[in-house]
């Protein structure tokens, strides 16, 4: 089981997830948002938080967004923890729009 | 008179319970721009509230939310003030003498009823008191629960009745390896329950559930979920809330209900793990002892996503010996702070307790499950803690005082003139070292101490 940040983090970044988190385990670097999976309790808090609906839990992991898993693995532990909410990236509304939220 | 939250005259604040919402609004202060000495009182011996005895033993990864906690604990301006109960032991009054401000965070310890004849009959339990029996927790060590019953009543459909009916329906195997109370872990070995009914009052859109705690019950060992597929026809109303795109959450919930009404039974399993909608207990019946229960069906009346449940008049009765009320949580009153009775709260904007024409109480202050009500799960908490912890700062210059605070140091001498024994959180790591070793031997995660008196034998 893990919990991953999936592509449609990408350029919006609304951290709104990092509010609910409750052991900090969220990453980030200039476009997106990563879950360190060894930090990550699987509780999900995070998942109803994201207004792209961008996270995902195990057995819900699309086949299509598999790859995300390594991602998410590799890149978090080398990038600086989100311990609180950031603005949006420039542009977030309109690529929320444009994914369908 | 010095600035407040400075090395001179930093801000002390005490936080009353050590649940996630204390430790999260320790976290919060400790990393604010102000210099802060915090002190976390907590009746118990053992610290980290629902964590240690709410969150199931079989979900050991959602406990290692105590590692940050640990993590906090660590910081020089932590320090806990454990087996001490505020309002007994030490009044809120000596509280708001001795600390710039107070934050309640004591959770919401008491259950909600429900308000029908026979609920205090004798098998008619509380999530509450099963939980924190089967968790350890020494105020519910000694509980019994009569498992020679065929079937099981939950009433309720969020996650504590989930915890509630999977602990009963795993097997002994699924369980032993976790920290499950050895008393809990015996009785259980004993059980005769077949049939658990998970019942809730509105319908299968409006389930509490989390996808993820509902999906367990399709992976039981020894336990087939059910789900009668014509319980699931949804009226205009919730189709139209399961469309909602934000309503995922809701629409993996009634997916998983349609994949367990659809599965090819196993008949191999020796349990059955019902879940029913539109159902509500109006009478508890029995003698002394619970023997069955009426339900009235509901349906649903209202606007999407404000659809209330309303009795048809058409009963049905269940034959069961054994029920679990799992509707909501509610908190206790502590003297001295204002108290929202039909909330079970305290009153509170944004996180300042207001009484009750809503003016500001000053210097007291709350957060976590007794001041919004026990709704989200552990990280909800430390949004609340964040918020409560802002308004705290903001009111830095109100909060200094012109009499010397002296916060724990005054605390420590009423606790010693009274003989009351107060641990630390370096007591606290005796004690959980050597549950973790007695675990070790059962290859348990640990074995919880479940009395307070073990636990302060093993600090000394």
Known sequence: ?101 | MTNLGTDQNPLLVAIVGSGPSGFYAAEALIKSEVKVKVDVLERLPSPFGLVRSGVAPDHQKLKQAIKLYEKIAESPDFNLIANVTVGTDISVKELRDAYHAIIFTCGAESDRKLGVPGEDLKGSYTATEFVGWYNGHPDYRDREFDLSHDIAVIIGQGNVAADVSRILSKTIDELKHTDIAQHALDALAESKIKEIHVIGRRGPAQAKFTPKELREFGELSDCEPVVLEQDLLLNPESEKELEEKSNISSKKIYDLFCEFSKREPDTAKSKKCFFSFLMSPKELIGDTTLERIIFEKNKLSGESFKQSARGTGETIELETGILFRSIGYRGIPVEGVPFNESWGTIPNDKGRVTDSENNVVDQLYTAGWIKRGPSGIIGTNRACSVETVECLIQDLEKLNSSTKKSGAKAIYSKLDIKSIRHINFEDWKKVDTSEIELGEVKDKPREKYTSIHEMLSVIK
Request: aromatic residues 6%; glycine residues 2%.
């Open chain 1, 1 to 101: 089981m893990t919990t991953i940040v999936t592509d449609n983090c990408k350029d919006c970044r609304f951290t709104d997830c990092v509010t609910v988190c409750p052991v900090a385990c969220f990453h980030y670097d200039d476009d997106m948002l990563y879950i360190d999976p060894d930090v990550c309790i699987d509780c999900s808090a995070c998942i109803p938080e994201c207004p792209v609906q961008a996270i995902y839990e195990g057995d819900d992991i699309p086949e299509d967004k598999e790859n995300w898993i390594e991602i998410n693995a590799e890149r978090a532990p080398n990038l600086p923890v989100c311990e609180e909410q950031m603005d949006p990236l420039p542009g977030a509304e309109e690529r929320k729009e444009a994914l369908g939220f």
